[in-house]
């Protein structure tokens, strides 16, 4: 797919923009310079990133236990499955190394967050 970042036109191989839609209601405000990012660290990481949830729409965040600043409602943030220990690290490292500075590991998918109204250089636990 085509993002634009900083006026310019950029091709991202591994991503489509329908795989961050919302769940319930296909809303989907994603941010280009996020999915650069995603890329970057898609292409280091040399695993299939599973977008589990992307975009949320108000009411499918709250359904989802999200906070009312969740990363997931500016489209600048992506829960990626990682259902193994060697998975994990490799998104994790691969994410810091794009310059991702919110990121949330869970039992099975990490949450990787770039809203810069929310604090940056945090990792969290579920
Ligand atoms: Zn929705």
Same mark, same amino acid.
């Given at each position: 797919?085509?993002?634009?970042?900083?006026n310019?036109?950029i091709?991202?191989p591994n991503?489509?923009?329908?795989?961050?839609k919302c769940?319930?209601?296909?809303f989907?405000?994603?941010k280009?310079n996020?999915l650069?990012?995603?890329?970057? !660290?898609?292409t280091?990481?040399?695993?299939?990133?599973?977008i589990?949830? +992307?975009?949320r729409?108000e009411?499918?965040? &709250?359904?989802?236990? +999200?906070?009312?600043t969740?990363?997931h409602?500016?489209?600048e +943030?992506?829960?990626?499955?990682?259902?193994t220990?060697?998975?994990?690290? &490799?998104?994790?490292t691969a994410?810091l190394n !794009? +310059?991702?500075?919110?990121?949330?590991? !869970?039992k099975?998918f990490i949450h990787?967050?770039?809203?810069?109204?929310?604090?940056?250089?945090?990792?969290?636990?579920?």
């Amino acid at each position: 797919m085509k993002i634009n970042v900083d006026n310019a036109t950029i091709e991202i191989p591994n991503f489509d923009r329908d795989e961050f839609k919302c769940s319930c209601c296909n809303f989907n405000n994603i941010k280009d310079n996020f999915l650069w990012k995603l890329q970057l !660290a898609r292409t280091e990481a040399q695993t299939v990133f599973r977008i589990n949830s +992307g975009s949320r729409c108000e009411k499918h965040n &709250k359904e989802e236990g +999200g906070k009312k600043t969740s990363d997931h409602l500016t489209g600048e +943030g992506v829960d990626i499955e990682a259902l193994t220990s060697a998975i994990r690290w &490799k998104i994790v490292t691969a994410a810091l190394n !794009a +310059g991702i500075r919110r990121i949330g590991i !869970a039992k099975t998918f990490i949450h990787l967050g770039d809203n810069w109204n929310n604090p940056q250089n945090v990792m969290w636990v579920y």
